[in-house]
């Protein structure tokens, strides 16, 4: 797709959002490509990237504990520590804080039980490379469908956050228990970008809610002009 910027979706294995993410990216005007956990670096011309949702390696130990020590990993926090743009879905989140990429830590849902259903998260700040159509206070319907996505943070880290505007989004509900009802968080550069909800499923309308264009867009324009391409 020319003039299109090119998206690398690492593949772990037991990763099973990464074909609809490479699919929802593609429909939103992103050339979408393929990158392989045990690959060692990414796909040349990457200017994003995206961690899917899934079970990378079963969630064995903790959800993205081992996930942390794939190789690509080492190209992701090279490609984000130079500024590139990094959107992590769900289990993609829980690895990029068990990779110390995004703070704070995925716990089991308040419920000890699999949530699957659509939600309603706030955008509580626009201090990222992400946020450039976002607005704060604009309400967006993503699905989520996790066990462990009960963010955690001390005070003291969630109080940093906020004066510092790393929140990104909010569930309006307390939905699994997340401290502070937090749903999304980036780091304090602004360039990495953790999220429960996946808004790779809430890019089509004949499929249900629509939020999730605005958060890969969000990718797809900081991707278009990234600071180091790959």
């Not at 079970?55 to 190789?71: E, H, K, N, T, V």
């Not at 963010?151 to 307390?174: C, K, M, N, P």
């Not at 999220?195 to 990718?219: I, K, Q, S």
Request: glycine content about 14%.
């Amino acid at each position: 797709m020319s003039g299109a910027p090119q998206i690398a979706v690492v593949t772990f294995p037991g990763s099973n959002d990464d074909g609809d993410a490479m699919l929802a990216l593609e429909l939103l005007g992103a050339q979408a490509v393929r990158a392989w956990h045990a690959d060692g670096a990414l796909p040349h011309g990457t200017t994003g990237v995206v961690l899917p949702g899934g079970f990378s390696y079963g969630d064995y130990l903790r959800c993205g504990a081992i996930a942390r020590f794939a190789p690509v990993m080492e190209a992701v926090r090279a490609f984000s520590a130079s500024g590139g743009p990094v959107l992590g879905i769900c289990n993609g989140f829980q690895i990029l804080c068990e990779a110390g990429l995004l703070p704070g830590v995925l716990r089991l849902n308040r419920q000890q039980e699999f949530l699957c259903c659509d939600v309603t998260v706030t955008v509580e700040s626009t201090a990222s490379a992400f946020a450039g159509d976002w607005e704060v206070g604009q309400q967006l319907v993503i699905p989520i469908k996790h066990g462990e996505g009960n963010w955690y943070g001390g005070a003291d880290l969630v109080a940093s956050l906020e004066a510092r505007g790393q929140i990104a989004f909010r569930y309006t509900e307390d939905v699994n228990g997340a401290v502070g009802r937090i749903a999304g968080v980036t780091n304090e550069a602004g360039n990495v970008l953790g999220l429960m909800p996946h808004p790779e499923h809430a890019v089509d309308e004949l499929l249900g809610p629509t939020g999730g264009v605005r958060v890969l867009d969000g990718l797809i324009e900081a991707a278009r002009a990234p600071s180091s391409v790959t």
